[in-house]
Structures are given as structure tokens and as C-alpha cells.
């Protein structure tokens, strides 16, 4: 089985729905534990690393896609 990949500051949906009603939680810190915040109502959990990555279902953004669509509205201007 593939390992999937993730890094701080994604964006991943879980397989279980927090009690708030959505599964997709922000990576906030990482570690042997990961400190997950929801999207919905900005709850945050830690949880061991083992039982993060069983319960990740797919990463939804990625930090990286982030920073470039940033990079690219922050660009100077050309003279």
C-alpha cells in the first residue's frame, strides 16, 4: 500500500466526520503526534501519527499549491 504524503499546513479529509459535520482538517503541527484543526469550527485535536495516517483519506490542498498561487499574486512588478 502507498504511503500518502503530507505536510504542514494541508488541507486533508478524514474518513470520520468531526461532530461539527465536516471531515476536512488543517495540519497545524507534526511530529510523533499531529495536531489536526478543523475547518469548520476550528477545533483542534492531537492525535498519534499511526492513527492519523489510518484515518487520512486523501489530501484535499496542499501547502505547496498554496504558496505558489500566493507567490504569484505577490510577484513584483517588471519596469
Same mark, same amino acid.
Given at each position: 500500500?502507498?504511503? %500518502?504524503?503530507?505536510? @504542514?499546513? /494541508?488541507? +486533508? #479529509?478524514?474518513?470520520? #466526520?468531526?461532530?461539527?459535520?465536516?471531515?476536512?482538517?488543517?495540519?497545524?503541527?507534526?511530529?510523533? /503526534?499531529?495536531?489536526?484543526?478543523?475547518?469548520?469550527?476550528?477545533?483542534?485535536?492531537?492525535?498519534?501519527?499511526? %492513527?492519523? $495516517?489510518?484515518? @487520512?483519506? %486523501? +489530501? @484535499?490542498?496542499?501547502?505547496?499549491?498554496?504558496?505558489?498561487?500566493?507567490? $504569484?499574486?505577490?510577484?513584483? /512588478? #517588471?519596469?
Amino acid at each position: 500500500m502507498e504511503r %500518502k504524503s503530507f505536510e @504542514l499546513g /494541508d488541507i +486533508v #479529509q478524514m474518513k470520520k #466526520q468531526h461532530p461539527c459535520g465536516t471531515n476536512e482538517m488543517e495540519i497545524i503541527r507534526m511530529g510523533m /503526534d499531529i495536531r489536526i484543526k478543523c475547518v469548520g469550527c476550528k477545533h483542534s485535536v492531537l492525535i498519534p501519527r499511526a %492513527k492519523f $495516517e489510518k484515518n @487520512l483519506k %486523501k +489530501v @484535499l490542498r496542499s501547502s505547496a499549491d498554496k504558496s505558489v498561487a500566493e507567490g $504569484e499574486d505577490t510577484a513584483p /512588478d #517588471q519596469v
